[in-house]
Nanobody
Framework: QLKLVETGGGLVQAGGSLRLSCAAS????????MGWFRQAPGKEREFVAA????????YYLDSVKGRFTISGDNAKNTVFLQMNSLKPEDTAVYYC?????????????????WGQGTQVTVSS
């Protein structure tokens, strides 16, 4: 079992920045592709970003490209999501997730382990 714990959420003004962290424990971290998802009130959970188990490949939701950066530190079993130029529409609960698949995925159903989520609120 892999346990994921997100931290770093909070309230920020539009144009500001936040850095989310996801600490993993329980199993070998570098066997998983890692992803960030978000869910706004009344909406479905959506893919935000993913990083391969080696860290060499990253994917992003089009609306966050150029503003968000996903990165990982295998030595610390931690994945990060640096969020810059935040907009009110980025407001959501952000979830970290781990995928055991051989290929990287963007679908919620493909991820095997999930954190509890951290709230990000961007005020206008």
């Amino acid at each position: 079992q892999l346990k994921l714990v997100e931290t770093g959420g909070g309230l920020v003004q539009a144009g500001g920045s936040l850095r989310l962290s996801c600490a993993a424990s329980g199993r070998t971290f570098n066997k998983y592709h890692m992803g960030w998802f978000r869910q706004a009130p009344g909406k479905e959970r959506e893919f935000v970003a993913a990083i391969s188990r080696t860290g060499g490949i990253t994917y992003y939701l089009d609306s966050v490209k150029g503003r968000f950066t996903i990165s990982g530190d295998n030595a610390k079993n931690t994945v990060f999501l640096q969020m810059n130029s935040l907009k009110p529409e980025d407001t959501a609960v952000y979830y970290c997730a781990a995928d055991r698949s051989l290929v990287m995925n963007r679908e919620v159903s493909e991820y095997d382990y999930w954190g509890q989520g951290t709230q990000v609120t961007v005020s206008s």
